[in-house]
């Protein structure tokens, strides 16, 4: 006995049925302008004419399911016309012609289902659910062994806090060998698959031997991480021939042994890579000159705020609306900028002093000695000291792109500014 | 012999059983009631012994003292969460000390120790009015099996062939006047559909005596007798076919929302197979997982969704499969289970199915369990769930159609349904 009737609309009323692609995704809504994405071709279409921002508005609501008819006057509304005529043509909306006695098409616009929300759960009072299955959320182990150095780079407190790097500490303290033992276990059950060690100088480890038998014993891609300066080919060759990964760090200034060196030592085996960190731009230019004399070596540079290279940033890293918009960014991708933080979310780590840290900038959620990686792993998810740092702060919570831009990272930290770009400046 | 695949591995079962957010007890198979259309009843080929057997608490405690030993260990990945432990039966209340001395155990000794327990039963209700203090005490969900008014739930018989209602009512509104706040927050209903009632009658029942919606079972298709498969036919309602029978099914699809039949399989529908439908933060980070990486069927993984012992210590993946499925067995002072042979039998039945999964358009959204398929056991096993383009695109238009007539459903599903 079901009654399809009152599907159908009466007859006269609607000329066109107007919806988007299900592949759109639209920013600020309640704003008084607004973004509309395609998430498959790339292309954007912003407008802050209100008639056409209350067509979309209704296209939004529950009860339209994604659809709404469009009066035969909706043609004479030219700037509104063309506006929708602008959006057919982006792929972005599309006009359908209302046919006598077919009952109302429906569209299923894009509503993110996320089935293990922890802000979910938490509203609703399920807190218990948080915790379960939860260590396959973590992916990624930094473990500081020591913070013994003898070198003395002007920025090693700096480093640290916004990229993967050696620091020394003020006095000195290295992880026991048994804890670290306790953490390569721990891990076995998560989805741990990177583990980067890292010190000081990790090469000065006391039982660094011993610590390389283990990584026999518990299967990881390790990467030990050495600043040039630290090099040493002995002890490099070592770790090599376990067929573990060197991340070699370059930072300025360069150290006295020359660089060339170290990289004549280690280029062709492809688990090296030279981690460049640089302040200006002569050393982009020095690096960039540097590893083309050296085809074929690995190498990533990364940009170092040092307190008075504000201009450098700005003009290099700051994003601007086409850097934002360069790449084709996916549905999920803008999900996945809404609900959590890419660069922190799975990694933990653990330094010297035993404590544990979602990222080196926040406050520590354990202690290794008596917490377990899953204590860890859960005291994250539920206190959110960086997994899930989400634009949801001025001014990027009044921005169209604030789930297009990526997710915030150690420089807007370390700047002290939330936002890195000319959009808002 | 050809290798298979191997979805599954020996520690993967170990690992769903150490996460396991359920056990069941099948506190005993003996029963107060002698329901019509009971699985274990005249309907059905006797597959189960039932013989009246009563599970040990000792039996019970060496089992969770085994679990909580795995929570200890690597295999466990979660922590401060949730595991029922529910009651189930025959009736579980028949077996009460069982259920005493288990809730006393599990608070005095497992409590706090990686998980938090919430205690739910089943009942018949026959036996309320004796026990429900101590289940109110302890938070206990009651989950009451009734299946509308006189005339609905007289297929629900003691073993003199009384009805059962009168004594049921009586307890439940016991327990109604006495705790008026926790029948409200923790007490639900539970009806079997057949020829004697119907969803909208269970609807306009429930609502007007209890203002709650009961969850709706179909009679059991599988196993019938011979020789009773007729009455079965006669006894048999299809839910959806039950409620679209009534004038105001639209109402009653929005009252009873996840628990109507079009509203579950919408949902249902939609959780299974919209791309914007992701389980856990780990998906949207990386993706969904592949298809080709799915295990065929929709079967969940051994243990992974709950434990189900028997009363005479079987161990089995839920209630609702019959013992010859057994995967493990405990008794007072032992603890039986072989997960490499468990994830070997899983592989076998994979793999009798994978080719048929792989060309079935519901391969997405299957919710079909492999033990209930016919001949799971022999070389050859055919699924009757088996969806072609053609039967996939009804299914599917079915599906928005229920959404066409009530559009306001997509969002809310889209932003409440949590699919467990
Ligand atoms: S080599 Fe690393 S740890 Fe040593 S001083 Fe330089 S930055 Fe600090
Ligand atoms: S204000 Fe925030 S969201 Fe907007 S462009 Fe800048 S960084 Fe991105
Ligand atoms: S019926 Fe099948 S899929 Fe469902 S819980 Fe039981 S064993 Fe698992
Ligand atoms: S319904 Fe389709 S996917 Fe599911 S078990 Fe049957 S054939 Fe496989």
Redo the contacts with the bound molecule.
Sequence with gaps: MLNTDKLIPPKGIYKYWFTLSKNVYVSNLSQGALLLYNTVNGQSFESSYIPFIEIVKDIHKPENLGIIGLKPSIEEDQQCWATLQHCIEKKIGLLINVEEGKSKPINLLPILSLQKDIDKFTISGEQDLIGHNIMSYLTELNIYINTDCEQSCPLCTNYHKQVNSCFKGATSTSLSLKLVETILNQASNSSTKNINILGGNIFRYSLLHELLALTLKYKYEYHFWINHKNFDEETYQKIASLNNHTDIIVSFPLGKGSIESVAKICLGNDRNTFQFFIETEEQYNYVSELVETFPGIKYHVHPIYNGTNIKFFEKNIF?TRED?LSDTISMRKIFCNQKLNSNNFGSLTVLPDASIHANLNSKSIGDINKDSLLDCVYAELVQNTAWRKV?NFE??NR?S??YL?PSPSNYETVIGKL???N??A | MKKIREYIMGTDVQMFLANTPQLTFETTDACNLNCFYCGYGTLYNEYNDRTCNYLSPETAINFLNYIANLWQTNANRSTHSNIAISFYGGEPLMNFSFIEEVVTFIKRELSGKHREFTFNITTNAVLLDRYMDFMVENEFRILISLDGNKHNNSYRVDHAGKESYERVAKNINLLRNKYPDYFEKHVNFNSVLHNRNSIPVLHDYFKQSFGKYPSIGELNDTNIRQDMKEVFTKTYRNPTESLMQSENYSEIELDMFLKSPTYGSVAQFLINNSEFKYDNYNELLYGKPSIDNKTPTGTCFPFGRKVFITANGKLLPCERIGHQHMLGQITKDSVDIDFEAIAKRYNQYYAKLEKQCKGCFNKYGCTQCLFYLEDIEKDVCKCKGFMNQKTFEDYRNTQLHFLARNPEAYSKIMNDVKYR
């Design positions: 994003l934002i634009r001014p990027c921005c792109y604030q831009c936002n890195l770009c959009v808002n």
